[in-house]
């Protein structure tokens, strides 16, 4: 009898989107109240991404685990740039913008796989890469309103967010109801 890890992308994905969901939330409702509750669910999400895509590596899965392991890691180093520095000139809004920015190079790059696979498989990539295009367009807008210092972007990235943790808890549920990540499940993308 097999054992199983099960499937740690279903709780990656869950933590991610409602991280999403909370900086939407902060940026487009009310920026001061939900400050605290987002950098809570930033690092809860990033712990739980990292714990997450290394059990879908476990379980076989390449690329979308290392795409989550990557995001936790963004997660975890942005709440540690926001939080962790006792010196104010060193979590300067510059600074998180420059960090935002600079992040959409590897978003970028990680992107592609799923672009090229999108026409071959549909089902499985298309969401993946709707998913990568909001996120870019968030860390983009986010960062830009950062390290510009033009407030009406952060808005713009706080909808973008929206539309990412929408999709993300779609890809999610569609995890959840298979009992395992599409990737693995239609053998595309796993390393099996």
Same mark, same amino acid.
């Not at 926001?82 to 600074?95: I, M, Q, R």
């Given at each position: 009898?097999?054992?199983?890890?099960?499937?740690?992308?279903?709780?990656?994905?869950?933590?991610?989107?409602?991280?999403?969901?909370?900086?939407?939330?902060?940026?487009?409702?009310?920026?001061?109240?939900?400050?605290?509750?987002?950098?809570?669910?930033?690092?809860?999400?990033?712990?739980?991404?990292?714990?997450?895509?290394?059990?879908?590596? %476990?379980?076989?899965?390449?690329?979308?685990?290392?795409?989550?392991?990557?995001?936790?890691?963004?997660? %975890?180093?942005?709440?540690?740039?926001?939080?962790?520095?006792?010196?104010?000139?060193?979590?300067?809004?510059?600074? %998180?913008?420059?960090?935002?920015?600079?992040?959409?190079?590897?978003?970028?790059?990680?992107?592609?796989?799923?672009?090229?696979?999108?026409?071959?498989?549909?089902?499985?990539?298309?969401?993946?890469?709707?998913?990568?295009?909001?996120?870019?367009?968030?860390?983009?807008?986010?960062?830009?309103?950062?390290?510009?210092?033009?407030?009406?972007?952060?808005?713009?990235?706080?909808?973008?967010?929206?539309?990412?943790?929408?999709? %993300?808890?779609?890809?999610?549920?569609?995890?959840?109801?298979?009992?395992?990540?599409?990737?693995?499940?239609?053998?595309?993308?796993?390393?099996?």
């Amino acid at each position: 009898m097999e054992r199983s890890l099960g499937n740690g992308g279903i709780f990656a994905l869950a933590t991610f989107g409602f991280a999403l969901a909370l900086f939407g939330f902060q940026e487009v409702v009310t920026p001061p109240v939900a400050i605290g509750a987002t950098l809570n669910a930033l690092v809860v999400a990033g712990v739980m991404e990292v714990v997450g895509g290394l059990f879908m590596l %476990i379980a076989g899965e390449g690329y979308l685990a290392g795409v989550i392991v990557t995001f936790g890691s963004l997660l %975890i180093g942005f709440y540690l740039l926001v939080t962790g520095h006792p010196s104010p000139h060193l979590s300067t809004t510059k600074a %998180i913008g420059s960090y935002e920015l600079w992040w959409t190079v590897p978003v970028a790059y990680m992107w592609l796989p799923a672009l090229w696979r999108v026409r071959r498989s549909p089902r499985l990539y298309l969401p993946i890469s709707v998913a990568f295009c909001t996120l870019l367009a968030m860390l983009i807008c986010a960062g830009s309103s950062n390290f510009f210092d033009i407030p009406w972007l952060a808005r713009a990235a706080g909808w973008c967010a929206f539309g990412s943790a929408a999709v %993300i808890w779609y890809i999610g549920y569609e995890f959840s109801e298979s009992g395992a990540p599409p990737l693995v499940r239609s053998g595309v993308g796993g390393s099996r």
